[in-house]
């Protein structure tokens, strides 16, 4: 029975349904509360739905299963650089090494978490922080008609959630167009993302290419911590103000 849950898990892992893999891996360890491997695997689905405090419980949990597992240390990294908790990333990818010094997933986990370290202490604070930081952040999205829904998605309140503890992780999001429409309800602009009356439902070319090249250019005000107000002016060029 085990087994079976865990395959269809494998599955829907497969096929990019990880709320649907989490599920099956849950009634597998039910079935089979010792198996190191079903830990991992549902370590891995939460974190591909950003939900890393759960991927980090599998992954430690996997660990103290199999302490001489080396993917048990991946997961462990894997999920400490979710929660921006890059030194005890490290310290996971390098325990990991110590059981398997060639495993090329851990030595280039390990890379990216040192080339992470850097960066972070290079970057200026995100000019964003104070949006998110706020407690009544999600007193204002619950307001608003065009981002109320967001709140219902679990991988969408993860992201936040993200961004509230790590303001420098929004970069990581810009391609979404749901943190694009959050950003300028914080920012007080009024957007307007969805069609209007008789338009496609889908974006043509040319807004797509706006899209884009918004993002890149709200990456950019980021990464030399230009102000709110030039932030502001790129997503008024983009989307159109409500009367």
Not at 143 to 148: A, H, I, L, Y
Request: proline fraction near 5%.
């Amino acid at each position: 029975m085990a087994d079976e849950a865990k395959a269809k898990g494998n599955a829907a892992f497969s096929a990019g349904k990880f709320e649907e893999a989490i599920k099956h891996f849950s009634d597998a360890i039910a079935l089979s509360p010792t198996n190191h491997v079903l830990f991992s695997n549902r370590s891995a689905s939460y974190a591909s739905i950003h939900k890393y405090q759960e991927a980090l419980d599998d992954a430690q949990k996997t660990v103290e299963l199999k302490p001489d597992w080396v993917k048990g240390y991946s997961r462990l990294g894997a999920a400490y650089v979710g929660l921006g908790k890059f030194d005890d990333a490290e310290s996971a990818y390098k325990k990991g090494l110590e059981l398997d010094p060639s495993n090329e997933g851990l030595k280039s986990g390990l890379s990216d978490v040192v080339a992470s370290k850097s960066r972070t202490r290079a970057a200026p604070p995100s000019p964003f922080g104070d949006i998110f930081s706020g407690p009544d952040l999600f007193v204002k999205l619950t307001q608003d008609p065009r981002t109320r829904p967001y709140l219902q998605q679990p991988d969408f309140v993860q992201m936040l959630n993200d961004v509230q503890k790590n303001p420098n992780h929004l970069n990581l999001y810009l391609k979404d167009q749901r943190m694009m429409q959050v950003l300028g309800v914080l920012l007080g602009i009024g957007l307007q993302t969805w069609p209007k009356d008789g338009e496609e439902s889908f974006p043509d070319e040319k807004t797509e290419k706006n899209f884009t090249g918004c993002s890149s250019r709200l990456l950019k005000h980021i990464e030399i911590d230009e102000s709110i107000s030039g932030i502001a002016h790129c997503f008024m060029r983009l989307f159109a103000l409500r009367e």
